[in-house]
């Protein structure tokens, strides 16, 4: 059974940071693109990053392009999101996803796991 496990959100000031983990099981996904989207209350869930199976390409929103990376860990099955400058607008429930896609995990259309989500609260 695949499972994407979070970890890492918490209660954070504005212009703090945070970083969240994900860590795959049930199949390897080396060879599969990774990322994280968030969702608000009573908002859509939406795009945050992505990275390809090898960590050469990253994708971002422009929201958080700049204070926001991706990375894989060595063995490919786990991915972080660092956060810097958080902004109370970056306050949402972040998912990890992953798919079966090699290069694409960028629209939700194209992700085939997700995990359950962690929660980011950033206050003022």
């Known amino acids: 059974q695949v499972q994407l496990v979070e970890s890492g959100g918490g209660l954070v000031q504005a212009g703090g940071s945070l970083r969240l983990s994900c860590a795959a099981s049930?199949?390897?996904?080396?060879?599969?693109?990774m990322g994280w989207f968030r969702q608000a209350p009573g908002k859509e869930r939406d795009f945050v990053a992505a990275i390809s199976w090898s960590g050469s390409s990253t994708y971002y929103a422009d929201s958080v392009k700049g204070r926001f990376t991706i990375s894989r860990g060595d063995a490919k099955n786990t991915v972080y999101l660092q956060m810097n400058s958080l902004k109370p607008e970056d306050t949402a429930v972040y998912y990890c996803?992953?798919?079966?896609?090699?290069?694409?995990?960028?629209?939700?259309?194209?992700?085939?796991?997700w995990g359950k989500g962690t929660q980011v609260t950033v206050s003022l």
């Open positions: 996803a992953a798919t079966n896609s090699p290069s694409s995990a960028t629209t939700i259309s194209l992700i085939d796991y």
């Open positions: 049930g199949r390897t996904f080396s060879r599969n693109a």
